[in-house]
């Protein structure tokens, strides 16, 4: 799965500037004490009968 396919775009960036995008996501787990949550972007699928290994992204400074 590939993320863009999911995303929304919010704003064009220009050649100095990035784009910005939104990721649609469920919520796994939320654990207040330390402030981490684990969400999933999309659905797996299965391939050759396993799942794929998941794929991390750390977010700074999010809510």
Same mark, same amino acid.
């Given at each position: 799965?590939? #993320? #863009?396919?999911?995303? @929304? +775009?919010?704003? +064009?960036? !220009? !050649?100095?500037? &990035? @784009?910005? %995008?939104?990721? /649609? %996501?469920? /919520?796994?787990?939320?654990?207040?004490?330390?402030? #981490?949550?684990?969400?999933?972007?999309? =659905?797996?699928?299965? %391939?050759?009968?396993? %799942? &794929?290994? =998941?794929?991390?992204?750390?977010? +700074?400074? @999010?809510?």
């Amino acid at each position: 799965m590939r #993320l #863009l396919q999911n995303a @929304t +775009v919010i704003k +064009v960036g !220009d !050649d100095a500037t &990035p @784009t910005i %995008y939104k990721l /649609e %996501y469920n /919520e796994k787990i939320i654990n207040r004490n330390f402030r #981490l949550r684990k969400c999933s972007v999309g =659905e797996a699928i299965l %391939y050759n009968g396993r %799942y &794929p290994s =998941e794929k991390i992204i750390m977010m +700074v400074g @999010t809510i």
